[in-house]
């Protein structure tokens, strides 16, 4: 058994968690909103953090910077049609996206969509776990190692998964908190 593998793999399962927590409107303008938006360009799929520069202007404005002028409909068209809800608003050279302030009802269907995401970090989670647990069994199983060894490998497993799933709860309610946090936008 190799713990520092394990982490690693489980740190990479805990980024991807945080990834998709961050795609998730919270009320607030953020730049990675707009992660998961690609679009063709020159026939491949492109993203579009790679074809235009995104920033906020403020807490409620994103704006898009395109690299390459030519694309500008091509990218307005993407936001539109993804699943954001927000409509882009082109003035020729950029792509300003309004946010607007989230009903309690539409705060509620996010908390649901970050719980799931939360819920495929742990299934990952467990399914390294699962792995790591399998290898041991079997280099037990080969005499490779003897019964204690093998057992002991295996709570130290579970400590790190728990370890692990541990911390995406904390995320989980982070991001809650974030989501039903009502912003006063007249104080920003």
Do not use: H
């Amino acid at each position: 058994m190799n713990e520092k593998d394990i982490q690693i793999n489980m740190n990479k399962s805990i980024e991807a968690t945080q990834r998709s927590f961050n795609t998730i409107r919270t009320g607030r303008a953020n730049a990675s909103l707009l992660d998961r938006i690609s679009l063709e360009y020159y026939d491949v799929e492109t993203p579009l953090k790679s074809l235009a520069s995104i920033t906020t202007q403020d807490s409620q404005t994103i704006s898009v910077q395109p690299f390459d002028i030519s694309c500008l409909q091509a990218i307005e068209k993407a936001i539109s049609i993804s699943d954001l809800g927000m409509t882009p608003n082109n003035d020729g050279k950029t792509i300003r996206i309004n946010v607007p302030p989230l009903t309690e009802e539409r705060r509620k269907e996010f908390c649901k969509l970050a719980s799931k995401y939360a819920e495929e970090g742990k299934v990952a989670l467990r399914n390294i776990r699962r792995e790591a647990i399998d290898k041991e069994k079997k280099e037990e199983k080969d005499g490779l190692i003897s019964l204690d060894e093998s057992r002991d490998n295996q709570q130290k497993i579970q400590k790190i998964t728990d370890k692990f799933i541990a911390l995406i709860d904390s995320k989980l309610s982070e991001k809650e908190k974030e989501i039903l946090k009502v912003w006063n936008y007249l104080m920003q």
